[in-house]
Structure formats: C-alpha cells, structure tokens
C-alpha cells in the first residue's frame, strides 16, 4: 500500500473524519461492533486499550483481529500499551499489550502504542520481545533523551498538541529529532492537524509540501518495509 504525497495525514484519530486533502488514520476500540467501510480518505487501526484491557480475553483479541486482518479492514494493530495512570491492573495490560505483540509480528504490520509513565517498560518489552515490526508511540511527549532512546531502537513518534505548546519540552526540542521518524496526529482533541503541520514544518525549516511528502513518505515506509 503506497499514499499520495500530497496530503495532510492525521497519523491517529478517533472521531476526527478527514477535511479536503487530507486522510485519518481512525483507531477503533477493539472492543466495539467494528464497521469499517473502505475509503481512500478513511483507513483503520484496532487494538484494545489498556485503559479497557480487562474486557475481552487474550483469545478474543486474536480472533477479533484476525477477523479484520482476513477482511483487510485495517492496516496497523493498536492502539495498546501500558498506561500507570490510569486503566486496569498492571499485570492485565501487560499480557494484553503481549498478545497484540505476537499478533503484529505474525502478520508483520505496524503497532501503535499507548504509553503513559510506562516508556521504559514499552522499551523493554520491544527488546524482550525481538519484534522485528515497526512499533509507534502515539501522542509521545516525553523528553528528547527517551525520545532519541525509542527512535535508536527502531520507534516511530506521533505527536499531538504539545509541540503548539512553548512550554512543553517537546516544543523546545522538535526540530532536533529525525524527520523521517515522526507522524502527527489529533487524538481525541478537537484540533486542526493543519495547524500542527504549520508548527512542525517551521520546527524543521521545511516548507509545507515537502513537509507534507515527508510524513506520506514516513507512513510509506512504515507499512512497506
């Protein structure tokens, strides 16, 4: 699967439908009824999140997944993760986060990882578990020692309203991290993915339509290998 390098790419969403030039990446609870109409504009990821982690088996989520594996309705697996703020048990998320693991690898498609307080536990995990497939962490705001630690070992970053924020260590950083290694994203907040790509682009003294291509390019290579 290849993209157009001529648009706006929301990295991951979960009610934000796409405006003119762009396309969303929408991340679906795992748990849900799961329709998922192909579009050229709308594709898919699924995973259970750990904050639901405890609402469906090990068993269950492979099945689930490989359902819409078989109906190529998504193209990544997650969101899942470790959050120790909030969510089940520790011991519960972690075998959750595991199963979406084995499944990636065997089907050999991206994760995207949810990661509260838990970066060096993720980190861990993705070394213990000889994964070979690209693994994302979704909204990172962490500092630019982890974030250089997660790309050194093979991580995309997706970053979300934080690098509009001058305050955020993020922000200070930006334009330092490696351009072929980041997406952006809006999450669950109700901001205009335009408006990160005008910040992000001026981070990385880039104009917007090669910013643009930059990110496709990112994606691209993500799902191609």
């Known amino acids: 699967m290849n993209f157009s390098e001529n648009v706006f ?7 934000q439908m796409p405006a003119e030039n762009e396309i969303v990446i ?8 799961l329709i998922t109409k192909n579009s050229d504009k709308i594709f898919f990821t699924a995973g259970l999140h750990p904050w639901h982690a405890d609402q469906l088996s090990e068993s269950k989520i492979i099945e689930r997944l490989e359902t819409l594996l078989q109906n190529k309705s998504i193209i990544a697996i997650g969101e899942t993760g470790l959050d120790k703020l909030k969510g089940v048990d520790w011991e519960t998320q972690k075998k959750v986060f595991r199963a979406h693991i084995e499944i990636a690898d065997k089907y050999n498609l991206p994760l995207i990882v949810h990661s509260v307080k838990a970066h060096n536990e993720v980190l861990k995990l993705k070394i213990e578990s000889k994964s070979k497939i690209p693994w994302v962490i979704h909204h990172f705001n962490g500092s630019k020692q982890m974030a250089m630690d997660f790309i050194n070992h093979g991580f995309y970053l997706s970053l979300c309203n934080h690098i509009n924020n001058s305050g955020s260590k993020l922000s200070g950083y930006l334009g330092e991290l490696p351009v072929n290694r980041i997406f952006l994203e809006t999450d669950d907040f109700n901001i205009d993915i335009k408006d990160l790509y005008s910040v992000a682009a001026k981070k990385f003294n880039m104009n917007i339509e090669n910013f643009k291509k930059q990110l496709i390019n990112n994606l691209n290579s993500l799902l191609n290998g």
């Open 26 to 33: 929408q991340s679906l609870f795992l748990q849900n009824d």
């Open 9 to 15: 790419l929301n990295f991951h969403a979960h009610q």
